[in-house]
Nanobody, 124 residues
Framework: QVQPVEKGGGLVQAGGSLRLSCAAS????????MGWFRQAPGKEREFVAA????????NYAESAKGRFTISRDNAKNTVYLQMNSLKPEDTAVYTC?????????????????WGQGTQVTVSS
């Protein structure tokens, strides 16, 4: 079992950058696929990026490709989301999930543990 905890959200101007981190407790972190999802007010949760247990397999939403980079450090039990060239439409609560399938899953129902989320607000 892992418990993800996100950090790094905040307020940034359009065009700026933020780096989110998700630290997950538990000795088996390196077995889990990890993903980032986001939910804006009045909208459904949407997939952003995912990384497999080894870090060799990555998936990105179209909206994230070329701007966001997901990575992980299994020695630190942490996954990161580097977000560059941020846009106002990136404003949302960003949540980290852990999937014991170990893959870079894009569907939220394949994740088994979730953090509380961190707010990202991009001003125009």
């Amino acid at each position: 079992q892992v418990q993800p905890v996100e950090k790094g959200g905040g307020l940034v101007q359009a065009g700026g950058s933020l780096r989110l981190s998700c630290a997950a407790s538990g000795r088996t972190f390196s077995n889990y696929g990890m993903g980032w999802f986001r939910q804006a007010p009045g909208k459904e949760r949407e997939f952003v990026a995912a990384i497999s247990w080894s870090g060799r397999s990555l998936n990105y939403a179209e909206s994230a490709k070329g701007r966001f980079t997901i990575s992980r450090d299994n020695a630190k039990n942490t996954v990161y989301l580097q977000m560059n060239s941020l846009k106002p439409e990136d404003t949302a609560v960003y949540t980290c999930g852990a999937s014991f399938r170990g893959l870079a899953e894009t569907r939220p129902n394949t994740y088994h543990y979730w953090g509380q989320g961190t707010q990202v607000t991009v001003s125009s």
